[in-house]
């Protein structure tokens, strides 16, 4: 591979504050600050075992709540690997993983197709997990699809404990995202000829 599969993003509203650095081709090394204890847990793990370099520095108005941070995060984390894959030439698009973890068992699947949907089948009992909301993890990766231009289906085929849940589905996400972006050809893998539409 010639090209460096990198992208720094920042991001400044009145409600948040975010620099992001990502590279694809990394060994799992994390630096991650947001401000929301849980989301730092979810994103290094999502590193390591995507085995993505990521640093996330995040300002947000969490005296409010955690929704404006985690979401715009996403965002950011959307956008960096839609720049860091360019055009997508040679990358295998597709990827999948079935991630155990203890009682609980995420399925996720994803296409780089530069189409965004999201099928987010993980009904979670409680509302929250420590200090963390929940349902921001459907917030999460709505709007990392919707800025990666991914489809994007993570289903809970089994699962109680609630931690166990969202941290399977980062480390399946995860794990999903490095199949896909794995390269294997000098093509693009669509017989339109383009991903980015």
């Not at 975010?18 to 600050?33: A, F, M, Q």
């Not at 993983?97 to 197709?113: G, H, N």
Request: net charge negative; hydrophobic share 40%.
């Amino acid at each position: 591979m010639n090209r460096s599969r990198t992208a720094e993003i920042t991001r400044k509203t009145n409600e948040t504050d975010i620099y992001l650095k990502l590279n694809i081709d990394g060994s799992g090394e994390s630096k991650i600050t947001t401000g929301v204890g849980f989301l730092n847990h979810m994103l290094e793990l999502f590193a390591r075992h995507g085995g993505f370099d990521l640093e996330v520095i995040a300002k947000g108005d969490t005296n409010v709540d955690d929704h404006h941070t985690v979401e715009d995060i996403g965002i950011c984390l959307g956008d960096a690997f839609k720049k860091a894959l360019g055009d997508k030439k040679g990358i295998r698009r597709y990827g999948f993983f079935l991630l155990p973890m203890d009682e609980t068992l995420i399925e996720c699947a994803i296409d780089f197709s530069g189409r965004t949907y999201l099928n987010y089948a993980a009904d979670i009992q409680a509302v929250r997990v420590g200090t963390f909301e929940t349902e921001l993890a459907e917030e999460f990766f709505k709007a990392f699809a919707d800025r990666a231009a991914v489809n994007l289906h993570i289903i809970k085929r089994f699962g109680r404990n609630t931690h166990h849940i969202i941290e399977g589905i980062f480390k399946a996400v995860a794990r999903s995202i490095k199949d896909a972006v794995v390269v294997e050809s000098d093509r693009i893998m669509s017989t339109k000829g383009t991903l980015s539409e």
